[in-house]
Nanobody, 126 residues
Framework: QVQPVESGGGLVQAGGSLRLSCAAS????????MAWFRQAPGKEREFVAA????????YYADSVKGRFTISRDNVRNKVYLQMNSLKPEDTAVYYC???????????????????WGQGTQVTVSS
């Protein structure tokens, strides 16, 4: 098993930036596709960004494309989400997710991920 742990959330003004980090205990992340999801108040959890195990491919939700960048450092066993040009509608709890299977490519559906962190709050003020 693996336990993702997110960090880096906080309060930022619109137009600002944050970088979220995801570390994991219990298992290496380096051979697994990874993803970020988010859940805003009163809304369902939604996909944000995904990355293949070797960083060969990335995929983004249309709402964050061009503003967010997902990356990973397999030596440090971490995954990152760089968020630029933040908007109030980006306010949400952000979750890092890891699968149980070693997918050859990235995955972006929630039911393809088995392990979830507790989330980190991102609040963007207008």
């Amino acid at each position: 098993q693996v336990q993702p742990v997110e960090s880096g959330g906080g309060l930022v003004q619109a137009g600002g930036s944050l970088r979220l980090s995801c570390a994991a205990s219990g298992r290496t992340l380096s051979t697994y596709a990874m993803a970020w999801f988010r859940q805003a108040p009163g809304k369902e959890r939604e996909f944000v960004a995904a990355i293949s195990w070797n960083s060969g491919t990335t995929y983004y939700a249309d709402s964050v494309k061009g503003r967010f960048t997902i990356s990973r450092d397999n030596v440090r066993n971490k995954v990152y989400l760089q968020m630029n040009s933040l908007k109030p509608e980006d306010t949400a709890v952000y979750y890092c997710a890891a699968p149980n299977q070693r997918y050859r490519d990235l995955r972006y559906k929630q039911n393809e991920y088995d392990y979830w962190g507790q989330g980190t709050q991102v609040t963007v003020s207008s």
